[in-house]
């Protein structure tokens, strides 16, 4: 049996594992692991940027109870339980801080969170394209060139090379990003 700590309560102890990145349209399960030493469950609740959107009661009917208004998230009911909650087909909205907070049972109902953030990327469905002048130039002639990426979040980092030598930004003009709109 663990050793209480003080005025004999046990500790509770929460560390969640959250995945960093996700592709919009994957799902997300997002797992929360705890260790209430000799205590019971009360509850699991989890929260999206300080929004709760899922809580798990082992003493409730039902003991699952998603919450629908939460822009961005989708819980997959059958796949959540109180060790972990799943996220349907995720969007950029998705993206944000994830809380997972546990709660001992009675006489102390003593509580404890862990959080994480995800950020859900969009990758460019297709390659970069590269528009400019067609003619032949001559060795320290000046030409421009754009080139211009797909649709992406965040917004896609170019870099230009010649004959696979990198180009400082000093010899290009600054990059634009143009907004995503990826998630209309």
């Given at each position: 049996?663990?050793?209480p ?16 990145f996700?592709q ?16 019971e ?8 940027d300080?929004?709760?959107?899922f809580?798990y009661?082992?003493?409730?009917e ?53 959080e994480?953030?995800?950020?859900v990327?969009?990758?460019p ?14 060795v320290?002639?000046t ?5 211009t ?18 180009v400082?930004?000093?010899?290009s ?12």
């Open positions: 049996m663990p050793a700590s003080v005025a004999g309560v046990f500790p509770l102890s929460v560390w969640v594992k959250v995945p960093p996700k919009r349209g994957e799902d997300a399960t997002l797992q929360c692991h705890f260790d209430l030493d000799a205590g469950l009360y509850s699991v609740q989890w929260y999206k300080n929004e709760e959107f809580r009661k082992p003493r409730s039902p003991q699952k109870h998603p919450y629908k208004d939460i822009s961005g998230v989708k819980v997959d009911n059958p796949r959540s339980n109180a060790r972990q909650v799943t996220l349907k087909q995720v969007t950029i909205r998705s993206s944000g801080v994830y809380r997972c907070e546990v709660s001992g049972e009675a006489p102390y109902f003593h509580s404890a969170h862990s994480a953030r995800m950020e990327v969009y990758i469905k297709e390659n970069p394209v590269i528009t400019g002048p067609e003619r032949q130039h001559q320290g002639d030409i421009g060139f754009n080139c990426s797909g649709k992406s979040h965040p917004a896609s980092k170019l870099q230009w090379s010649i004959n696979g030598q990198h400082s930004v000093s010899r003009a600054a990059p634009r990003a143009l907004p995503s709109g990826t998630d209309r």
